[in-house]
């Protein structure tokens, strides 16, 4: 008589041998990015608000925070610079150029230094452009004007990529043929491509001091970060991105958006990363400090969840956390 197995797909998950024999995605320290802050005029660095392991830095504590990274194998970094000054225009990346090129004269090609490309942080308003006469739009090309500025900047004083997280129409494009004319084709852009308009942002604004003001008709983001109803939206900036010639394309926040970054990933054959965001970090500590789950293996469960989705590059403010065996 033909027997019939009281178990088959079970037998690969009872125990541990099988359990990792069998997986399809796997994790490894390699992949993952760690965001990091430096602040002009700090006198002492502090952490961030509802955050594990994630400080708003001096330069000078940010080159021990890098060089302990890089001994526990950290070895990709995205860098986010906190000016002391607001303006309106004529921003000054200055202090930013700065930090690159210290950080490059110490570690070299160590390390990896992506850096974000915004206005946000130095912005009056907090909007991530440059806003009109009435305040009530922000400007296109008279911010992708300024995102080039910087970008190139930022090239020049070593930053290995440049990643522009504003959202304007055609910056990437625009900033690949600036820094393509002077010197900087070697320099990389991760796009951020599909960035949603969430409420997952507020640790990362109380540290990048980047909260939008509450002007009358420009209160928030939604007119230029994409609609979460609106995955097509996110498919074509992730084609125009990547016609553009960005070389990272990616999804943000995370597990929010993990159909979006799956959708994406196979319809958009590419390098893809996803930024696990601090609302999403600060919700898993959150978990973690007052007992209701156990932090390092929801951790791990998210970033499963972004391999799995079809992400290759995974930003997370747990990077240095030493999770990955
Ligand atoms: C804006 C920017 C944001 C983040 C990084 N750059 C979002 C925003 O303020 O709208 C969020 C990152 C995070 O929450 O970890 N240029
Ligand atoms: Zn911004």
Redesign the pocket.
Known sequence: MASVAAINLRRRRLNRHLRELSREVRLATEQLVQ?VFVVDGLRAREPVNGLNSVWRDTPETLLKQIEADLESGITKFLL?CVPSEKHERDFNHDFAATQIQAIKARFGSDLWLAV?V?L?SHTTHGH?GVLNDTQDYVRNDATVEQLVIAANQFSAAGADCVAP??MMDGRVAAIRSALDSHGGERTAIMS?AA?F??S??????DA?N???ADLEALGD?SSY?LDPARPADALACAKRDADEGADILMV??GQPYLDVLANLSREVPHTWAV?Q???E?AAIDVLDEQGLADGKRAQLEAWTGFARAGAQVIIS?AARRRLLA
């Not at 997952?200 to 604004?205: H, M, Q, S, T």
Request: proline share 12%; net charge positive.
């Open positions: 965001p986010f974000d915004c946000c991530c997280s504003d951020y960035k308009h969430s997952y942002y507020g640790p990362f604004r990048a980047s909260a939008p983001r970060q943000k926040p930024y965001v601090s609302g970090q403010y």
